[in-house]
Each structure stands twice: as structure tokens, then as C-alpha cells.
């Protein structure tokens, strides 16, 4: 029987899997989802040790499960980012990889916009007023139009935000290794840092962009700015950022991502910086998204079974 594995949830209805397994089956096909994410390596490596095909979104893949998966073949990675699997082992194992970007355009989007109107009309704190029987002294809010709108990379969310930043009235400026879009400003990192007053990351992680917003750079920005991080975690120091929000060197911030998944330890730096917006990496997570990651799946896999691999990490 030829097996397909998906490892952890793909957060969709019963009903919408089958359909768009139905014609894998077909074919002969044998489909085991999960409905709970694995508890560690191990119990990953015995999902998958079977699977021709497997399917992971951002739970980390480590070498440890996958060499227990002599007959995987091709995974499919329902994420944008791959940086939480051992690649490297994939390409010496030759299994093929692809990956699903495109699927959370709108929903990260969205969220980085979201963040920066709760900062800018002070909702958490308006939420914690009207509780706690307070009306709305020292809660004037701020408008973005009008404003530096900065974001650091412009590839699909980047210039997603890019237009939903002009709507809004906002000056956009972008920086980017490869300029891709005519909505932006084009300027230099330290530039763009020195200048905006709302910056928002969309970069990958690579070699490159860990850690590229560093404590010097942070130092960099506009006392009465603030710093959006919808991207991967490790781009930003978070200390460095807690600090400068404690020290009121920037204005504050909001943040979905951090250098690992949530929970995250109760010392955090950010847990107690105030001005911060804290999310649980939920940018990539709505129901639109999840749905379009899972066609986006199900048409990954027959494609590879077609000989055209689509999407192609390695």
C-alpha cells in the first residue's frame, strides 16, 4: 500500500480532507492524519517511519524522525518557512521538498496592520480602562494616515502591506534585497530604521536576516516609533528590543514571532516589556488560510506524483 502521512493537523473539517483526498485514494493511495501534534522526535519519527509521502506544517523536523522514514520519498512542508527542518539530511536521503508559501498573505497582513492600529488607538489599554471603571484619560490615540509606513522585505506580505498601508494614507517605504514593487520607497536599512514610524518585518529567516535587528539597529529608530515582527523570531533580539521598550527608546511593539514556539519561559524579556502586543504565532492561522494550505498540499503532492514538482526546496 503506497501511504501518505500528514503529521499534524492541517486545520481543517474532516470533510474538506477527504475531499481533496478523495482522488489520491482513488489512485490507491492509503491517507493517515493526525489530529494532535506529535509530543517530541520520537513519537514524529513513528508517525512517519512508513510514509512515502509525508506532510509536516511548523513543527520542527529533525534528523532523529526522519531517519526512522526509510521510505519517505517527498515532503510537503504546509508552511512558508522551512528553517524548522533538517534540509540538509533531506538532501543527502534525496527526498524531495516543497513547500506551500503563499497560503497566509492575507492573514499576516492583516495581523501586522492589526497590531499597529492597536498600538497607535491603545486597545489593550482602552479594554483594561472601561473594565476597570476608568473613562478615557491619557488615551489619545494616534492616526496612521498620513505616517512613515517601513517595511523590511517586499516579497508577498511585504507588498501586501504595502497596499494595505496606502490605503490607509501612509507613506511606504520599503527595504529589500530585490526591489519587487512600485508601492514602496526604496531606501537602505539604517535609512529606513532612522526614518519611519511604524516598521514592519517580512523577511525570511536565512544566515542572513538572523539576528539582522540587532540592539545597534533598534538604537536606530524613532523614540515615538514601533516595531512590527509577524516575520521569524529570531530576526529581532529580544532583548534588545524589551530593553528598549522599558527605556522608552521606542514606542512600542508587536510581536508574533519569537525564537521559539509558544509557551514561551516565564523569564521571557518580552513578558514584561511594556507597549507590547504579544500573539501566540497565530499570523499565519485563519480559517481562509488554512484552507488554502491544505489545497495548496493536496495539489504540491499530485503534481510531484506527476513529475512536475511544484513549490521546489530541494
Not at 57 to 79: D, H, I, R, T
Not at 157 to 180: D, M, N, W
Not at 307 to 314: A, E, F, L, S, T
Request: with cysteine; aromatic share 6%; charged share 25%.
Amino acid at each position: 500500500m503506497k501511504e501518505i502521512v500528514i503529521a499534524q493537523p492541517l486545520g481543517i473539517t474532516r470533510e474538506l480532507l477527504e475531499s481533496l483526498a478523495s482522488g489520491l485514494k482513488k489512485e490507491g493511495w492509503n491517507l493517515t492524519a493526525y489530529d494532535k501534534v506529535p509530543s517530541g522526535q520520537e513519537e514524529l519519527g513513528k508517525r512517519i517511519e512508513g510514509a512515502d509521502i509525508a506532510v509536516i506544517a511548523n513543527y520542527p523536523l529533525k534528523k532523529e524522525a526522519l531517519e526512522k522514514a526509510s521510505s519517505l520519498k517527498y515532503l510537503c512542508v504546509a508552511f512558508t518557512g522551512v528553517d524548522h527542518v533538517d534540509i540538509s539530511y533531506c538532501k543527502e536521503r534525496h527526498i524531495a521538498v516543497s513547500n506551500c508559501a503563499g497560503y497566509s498573505t492575507e492573514s499576516v497582513a492583516e495581523l501586522a496592520f492589526g497590531m499597529a492600529l492597536s498600538l497607535y488607538r491603545m486597545l489593550p489599554e482602552c479594554g483594561e480602562a472601561i473594565r476597570n471603571g476608568k473613562t478615557n484619560a491619557g488615551l489619545c490615540g494616534i492616526e496612521l494616515k498620513g505616517r512613515k509606513f517601513g517595511i523590511i522585505g517586499t516579497g508577498a506580505i511585504g507588498q501586501r502591506v504595502a497596499g494595505l498601508a496606502q490605503a490607509f494614507g501612509c507613506e511606504v517605504y520599503g527595504y529589500s534585497r530585490t526591489p519587487k514593487t512600485y508601492l514602496v520607497n526604496y531606501t537602505d536599512l539604517d535609512t529606513l530604521l532612522k526614518t519611519c514610524d511604524i516598521i514592519s518585518i517580512h523577511v525570511p529567516l536565512t544566515d542572513e536576516t538572523r539576528g539582522l535587528i540587532n540592539k545597534e539597529k533598534i538604537a536606530l529608530m524613532k523614540k515615538d516609533a514601533i516595531l512590527i515582527n509577524t516575520a521569524r523570531g529570531p530576526v529581532v533580539d529580544s532583548k534588545a528590543l524589551a530593553d528598549a521598550l522599558k527605556e522608552g527608546k521606542i514606542a512600542g511593539a508587536g510581536i508574533d514571532v519569537f525564537e521559539g514556539e509558544p509557551p514561551l519561559p516565564a523569564d521571557h524579556p518580552l513578558l514584561s516589556a511594556p507597549h507590547t502586543i504579544l500573539s501566540p504565532h497565530v499570523g499565519f492561522d485563519t480559517k481562509e488560510a488554512m484552507e488554502r494550505r491544505a489545497i495548496l498540499v493536496f495539489h504540491n503532492i499530485e503534481n510531484y506524483l506527476k513529475g512536475d514538482q511544484k513549490n521546489v526546496i530541494c
